[in-house]
């Protein structure tokens, strides 16, 4: 790949996040203040003491770990960035291929030098790849102002700060997990992604009715004619247990891509997305 | 003078209706051209098959390329204006820029800059906040500072108010147009463009029903105020169109000799407005 044509992928993905700022940026940055001023009312409703107790013992549980292993103790923090990310990728990937055609300025889009491929991979990027960049980023910000008020509040009530600086370097060490689950997630949710877009790209209204209406005419199709409910039994097994979306360790990144249930889905999310193409080449 | 554009048969139906009924088309390089018609007949459908943006059936050619198979590729060649609507609404001025910039090859930044350097345009304000001339007055800065061959105009002007239409039409002649450089404007405001084409084309019910230079239509139509007494004569000549003309009757002929038609009355080369109805007329009443 030349160097204009990663500047021009740079350009679609910077576009992505200008246009989609408030599911990239805005949904996470009010969950972090919501997280943040919830545990601020909490702690004023605590007893002082009380408090510095409880931080005492947290320090004393983290000093000398490695922040690697005690990094899914904040696995579970991420949980509602996790969920906001979820709900914001659905939004984005049923609206990012209809609204600009609701809108005309698709006549824009296309008038530039852009493929069709380039434009539906660049918005996967953003979403899979770019996205949980900017939650992880806010994480941080979150936990680093956690941290200003938990060191404060240590040094005032004489706690081990080391222990306070483990902890801390757990929760920086929970971000890169987080961002390596959210990645294998979204190839592992890769079919959902391809059915969102080629109905983002196919409708002409309601993109998210087509795209609902649509999988469940097929399964009771299957269910009406063969008797079988193969595809809903496929959907569940893919979205009923909550370990498929979390990674609490880097030995399981291999074995949770590599394997037949992972690389068939990613198949069948890359037929999809390639109909998503195809039809964006209508605008009419 | 090559072709840019070389369409042959192209057909587009949307369910029952035929937005085009086996259009053949040329437009020279270098040309103005303007393709004209009425609301729905066609003019939309066919600059959009041009850049690629409709699936049509047919043989065509834009620029030595089908824009069926590489409208990506065809982009970097031909720009494109719709009416004022399509710049997206919640980019800022500057965004676009850097979005135009970041994508293609043939665009010169500090060309853009300039001529928005010349405008009420303020860089840091959203689109949707600008009016509607100024949305096209940036639009057409963008294109201006790109080196293209085909500059496709749909509509560029629809609602905007006398001075940014003239504004318009005179930017883009001094600033874009260079002689070597085509330009294809659809319009069915036909007088604000009558004096800029050196190419015209009619669109009525997806079919072309004039295609000529417009140095060409001297010699093909005439419009004769015919007096009174030559009326039966100027009927035996089986004009195009008859109209009822200040107390006398104007007919225009097609393919009829000036020599022939000047004992009728005075001559004129019908405006293109005149034309069009003339044209329109025709095909209506067969």
Known sequence: MDKFALLQFYGLLKREVLEHRNLFIGAPAVVALLILVATIWVATQI????????????????????????????????????????????????????????????????????????????????????????????????????????????????????????????????????????????LWLLPSVGWLLLFSAFAKKTPLLWAGGVFILVGFLEDFIFGTQYLANWVASRTSDPNQYLIFEFQSVFERVFNYDTLFGIVVGAILIAGAVFMRRFTD | MSNIVEAKSLTKNYGSFTALDGVDLTIPRGSISGLIGPNGAGKTTTLKALIGLCDVDGDLSVAGRDPRIARHKLMEDVCFIADVGILPKWLKVSHVIDYVEAVHPRFDRKKAEKSLSTTDIPANKRIKDLSKGMVTQLHLALVMAIEVQLLVLDEPTLGLDIIYRKEFYDRLLNDFYDGNRTIIISTHQVEEIETLLSHLVFINKGKIVLDSLMSDLPDIYTEVLVDTDKVAQADALQPIYVRELLGKKSYTFESVSREQLKILGELHTPSVADLFVAKLKEEKHG
């Open chain 1, 47 to 186: 007893d002082q003491s009380q408090l510095a107790e409880g931080l005492r013992y947290v320090s004393v549980l983290f000093d000398g770990l490695s922040p690697f292993d005690m990094a899914p103790f904040f696995m579970l923090l991420a949980v509602p960035f996790y969920l906001t990310l979820y709900v914001c990728s659905v939004i984005y990937l049923i609206n990012t291929l209809y609204q600009d055609r609701k809108e005309m300025s698709v006549l824009f889009w296309q008038s530039m030098p852009v493929s069709n491929l380039q434009t539906v991979l660049s918005k996967i990027v953003a979403i899979v790849v770019v996205a949980p960049i900017f939650y992880v980023l806010i994480i941080f910000a979150m936990y680093l102002v956690a941290m200003v008020w938990l060191t404060i509040l240590g040094i005032s009530n004489d706690v081990d700060l080391v222990g306070i600086g483990y902890m801390f370097l757990a929760a920086i060490a929970s971000l890169v997990l987080i961002y390596i689950s959210a990645l294998v997630t979204s």
